[in-house]
């Protein structure tokens, strides 16, 4: 039982290590931005002095202990920047990792509790809002809850457009029995802009989905003719 749990902790922690990984590059990007914005409007010396420089070290403290497997440090930097620095951007994106950490440990409810200033849109950039809610959505999947992970994507159905978003909407969806809905929903991710690295995962999706309803009568029907 013991080494089972041991396997199911080092699972989880290996999920935060690679959603850092796939993230880390275009959470830092949209971060750089507000930073460029924040630098263009006071000037450098004062923004080095500012808030947003103090909640930087923290996040990249926490990315780097991250990927170098000290949990620990990466608990005690998280905890910081999302207490300290909820007005950031940082903070945004620093809930989203401390989740990923505690869900990973297995306090799930305590992750869905720290996602959801971002996930409801009260805190943070509207990107690491996006983030969240995906983020939200897999923690309740990954509890079984697979309706529960369908509600969590709702608020951003008319807005989404992250590849992301719609491959976990079709993951869901067939989980739940809803092939077709499932093939819609990939085929939006295909389309959806910076989709290329998931393009292999999305075609392997759909080619594991059973045939469109009436797909074998049309086959049938052009063999007959």
């Known amino acids: 039982m013991e080494e089972h749990l041991d396997l199911e902790e080092g699972r989880r922690l290996q999920a935060a290590k690679d959603f850092v990984s796939r993230n880390r590059f275009p959470l830092i990007a949209a971060v750089v931005a507000v930073i460029l914005g924040a630098a ?45 620095y909820t007005d950031t951007p940082y903070g945004a994106f620093g809930r989203v990792l401390r989740a990923r950490i505690l869900h990973a440990g297995g306090d799930s409810q305590q992750a869905l509790e720290v996602l959801a200033p971002v996930a409801e849109g009260e805190a943070g950039p509207a990107y690491a809002r996006h983030v969240a809610v995906e983020e939200r959505a897999r923690i309740r999947w990954d509890r079984g809850d697979v309706e529960g992970a369908l509600d ?31 093939r819609a929903a990939y085929e939006e991710a295909r389309k959806a802009p910076g989709s290329s690295a998931l393009q292999p995962g999305l075609k392997a999706r759909l080619d594991r989905l059973p045939s469109p309803a009436g797909a074998g009568d049309e086959k049938e029907d052009g063999a007959g003719s």
Do not use: K
Request: charged fraction near 20%; avoid cysteine.
């Open 40 to 84: 263009a409007g006071y000037g450098w010396h004062q923004y080095r002095q500012g808030r947003l420089i103090e909640a930087s070290e923290h996040y990249q403290a926490a990315v780097s202990a991250l990927q170098e497997e000290r949990s620990g440090d990466a608990r005690v930097a998280l905890r910081t920047l999302t207490e300290d």
């Open 152 to 182: 969590a994507l709702e608020p951003l159905a008319e807005e989404a457009y992250l590849a992301s978003y719609f491959q976990l909407q079709g993951d869901l969806l067939a989980a739940n029995g809803q092939p077709e809905a499932a």
